[in-house]
């Protein structure tokens, strides 16, 4: 079954065209990556999947409420950890049950404990990441939609954050990332690259090129 | 040139920069690498006089910045991690309102940076926060270039762009070092890193190498290993390379793992692949130094 179906979708904003007639469908389990030169219009298809904007043309289908994770952190920055995770946790409509086991969990995870109680702007940004991507799949939601989520991550950080990736897609969670990182688009099981607004490749990364280099050229 | 002798930087019983001493030459590009909360940006502050509250002594072309900070700012240009612009002005906007403030013309950028202006081309009348992630940085390096600094402070200037943008904000970097321009730059991409003179590596607010890459990247201790790995592959191999005598670390690697080993492990195959030796590059020198020195936080 398809958890997201985009068929010729477009978005322009005045005279721009972000997003030109995309179609491109998600399964359960999946991890499409969306490459692209700045401007290529990945955020802007990102959005239109959220329901953050609605598309010029074209129709979007989406199982369920996605996770989204978005380029800024997602996090509140005054509030501590515990204050982050109970305030996502509400607004996504959890009970207060679930809510403190989730929040046992993701602090044991990620070996939060010691900084429970610290506003999270304190926290070095590896550690937000990973508590943003905690808090973005806290509702177990069917598909997850990830921004540029390893911007500004260290190495380590960096693949700490995609195993948690790999482990909801183990799950059956259906994955949408952006990332500028082209050794990122080998761990995707699809790629789905725009350029001008449109989808000038895609496949299974090893198809549509066999190294980081040769991905390059489809950013000219 | 940029001289530090000792920099400590306490944030109430946090100690950010723990004595952390280095140089940058005239024409020397200097890239500071560490995890995030190494006190990058720290460090940064402190140097473009924005932070007078250390230890040590940080000169810019000779100025302290903590007695002179007016002769030293003069001579810097400084991109800060978070962004520095204006997003209701427009691109010109930005540039001319830092051009006034530092008392110098805004259409000087043209020779200054011609790369990068040109490439803002199209942009001109925009407003900063319409920008892409990748425009806004090319802006906010013009903005800090304009005064035609002697030492430029980049923080992380490449995070959110593409690989052909950061491409050419490189080859613009080479242009201002090849011209005498001090630059200290951060960043995650190692890549990057491989094109700098020099390697400052900062961890837990310590100095863990400071020397060239081809240096760094000589002395690395371990052997290393690729071994092909599709991501539905990688929970097996993983498991195998946990069981494996000799082997000591393992880490993606693109369309690959790459692990450690020692001399006990003698290349037997894996899952009946057989793995390649490979030689490192700065990301495995920076996995391998972090993994081995990380600690909580």
Known sequence: MKLVEISHVSKRFGKFLAVDD???????????????ANGAGKTTLIRMVCDLIRPDGGQIAVTGRPGYMCQTFSLVEELTVHENIRFYATLYGLGRQTVAEREESIVASLELGPYRDRQVKFLPSGWRQALSFSIAVIADPPVLILDEPTSGLDSLSRRRLWKMIHAKAAEGTGVIVSTHYLDEAFYCSRLAIMNSGRIVAGGAPKDVASTQQDLLGFFR | MIEAEGIRKHFGSHQALKGVSFRVEDGQIVALMGANGAGKSTLFDILATIDSDFEGRALVDGFDV???????????????????LYGDLSVTENLEFFAGAYGCRAEDIETLSPCLWKSLGDFT????????????????????????????????PTVGVDPVSRYDMWKEIGTLRDKGVSVLVSTHYLDEAGLADRILFLHEGETLLFDSPEHIIRSYPHRLYSLPCSPAELPQFEAALNAEPGVLDHYLWGDSLHFTADASYAGTPLCGRKPSPVEPGIEDIFIDTLSSGRKRL
């Open chain 2, 125 to 156: 009348h925009f407003r900063a926060d319409t920008l892409s992630g990748g425009m806004k940085q090319k802006l906010a390096i013009c903005c800090a270039l304009v005064h035609n600094p002697s030492m430029l402070l980049l923080d992380e």
């Open chain 1, 22 to 36: 995309v179609t491109l469908d998600l399964s359960g389990g999946e991890i499409l990556g969306l490459l692209g």
């Open chain 2, 66 to 84: 903590r007695t002179h900070p007016k002769d030293a700012r003069a001579r810097i240009g400084y991109v800060p991690g978070r962004f520095s």
